[in-house]
């Protein structure tokens, strides 16, 4: 055969090399066939070393037996991670961690005599560590599968009471009428503040609620007057619980992974605001307007409550400057100039 072109008949062309390009196997010279090079695909470090290697994130597989609060099952069937599919409609993601249950539990401070109210509890990721802490669970879940994993897990523990339905249209007043009561929740995001504000209007019957949600909800939470995440939700929950930020979840320690990070919030109704102001009605529709509209001045966001006479006369008895805005406002200030406005429009003919 005669070669023409120039260069070896066995080797491809140098730019090959020079661009890069992938050849499996190149016909030497002596007749034989080798793989001198290798694919460019790259390879994740396990496929090197055949060693597994864990994702960073918290979302370590867990070693050794089940743990009470787990959803690992070591029965010879799939793991039930695997055979529920998350409803992306309900914001289902389910806590695969189980320090990280275990944690959130202990925040709880259960103890015999608690009776322990959980929101969404999933697959029952945390409701196993609460049996074994408080005199009673009550579990409301509005998914029928899960509602089914659930019977199944926790049906013949006679402390375990099982819901099924949602909690923004369960009668908690019933529910909670008798003992002492805990709340520990991993809540969907999309329905955080509708819970937090229907728990509010039973703060009485409670003694804390442990919840992880959104960490940019937790922010506003637990802000403080005059940075940017205080806000309505801030003023509102701490004038009938005193929050508390706990600590953050990634999102590798849920199933599927979510787009953002949870914090963990702990609200201590035994320590409400004092004094509570004289109407909660003119409170709450004050602090609606002047957040509503939080980059004004107080006396352009509360024009609709109160002519501006009457509101001058508010902020005189008060003692707060309405030129402020509303995220400059701390809590005291909201109730003295409710409980001001309430007496300037009873006064007022």
């Not at 070669?3 to 050849?23: I, K, N, Q, T, V």
């Not at 695969?96 to 005599?113: D, F, G, K, M």
């Not at 707060?320 to 300037?344: K, T, W």
Request: glycine letters at 8%; aromatic letters at 8%.
């Amino acid at each position: 055969m005669v070669h023409r072109g120039g260069g070896s008949p066995h080797l491809p062309p140098l730019s090959a090399f020079r661009y890069g390009r992938c050849f499996t196997s190149i016909p030497l010279s002596f007749g034989d066939r080798q793989s001198i090079l290798s694919p460019s695909t790259p390879q994740r470090p396990e496929e090197r070393t055949g060693l597994h290697i864990p994702r960073r994130g918290g979302d370590r597989p867990h070693k050794g037996p089940p743990h009470p609060g787990s959803s690992q099952v070591y029965n010879g069937k799939r793991p039930e991670s695997l055979r529920i599919f998350p409803h992306k409609s309900l914001s289902q993601h389910f806590l695969v961690n189980p320090h990280i249950a275990r944690r959130i539990v202990e925040a709880a401070e259960l103890c015999r005599s608690d009776f322990a109210l959980e929101i969404g509890p999933g697959k029952g990721a945390l409701t196993g560590l609460l049996l074994e802490r408080a005199g009673k669970v009550v579990a409301v879940e509005i998914d029928p599968e899960l509602c089914s994993i659930l019977r199944q897990r926790f049906g013949r523990d006679r402390k375990f009471q099982l819901i099924e339905g949602d909690i923004l249209q369960v009668d908690l007043g019933p529910l909670v009428s008798e003992g002492r009561w805990v709340v520990v929740a991993n809540l969907p995001y999309r329905i955080t503040t509708p819970v937090l504000f229907r728990l509010t209007e039973h703060c009485e019957k409670f003694e804390r609620a442990v919840v992880m949600i959104q960490r940019e909800v937790a922010r506003r939470i637990t802000a403080s007057p005059g940075i940017k995440d205080y806000g309505m939700l801030s003023v509102m929950l701490s004038l009938d619980a005193r929050p508390e930020y706990l600590f953050e979840v990634r999102p590798g320690n849920f199933h599927p992974r979510p787009k953002v990070t949870s914090a963990v919030v702990r609200l201590d109704f035994t320590r409400p605001y004092y004094p509570q102001p004289e109407d909660r009605e003119i409170f709450r529709k004050l602090v609606w307007a002047a957040f509503g509209v939080r980059r004004k001045m107080l006396r352009n966001a509360l024009r609709s409550l109160a002519p501006p006479k009457t509101l001058r006369e508010a902020s005189e008895k008060a003692g707060v400057d309405l030129s402020l805005r509303a995220e400059q406002v701390p809590l005291e200030g909201f109730v003295r100039l409710a409980d001001a406005l309430r007496s300037s429009l009873c006064e007022a003919p």
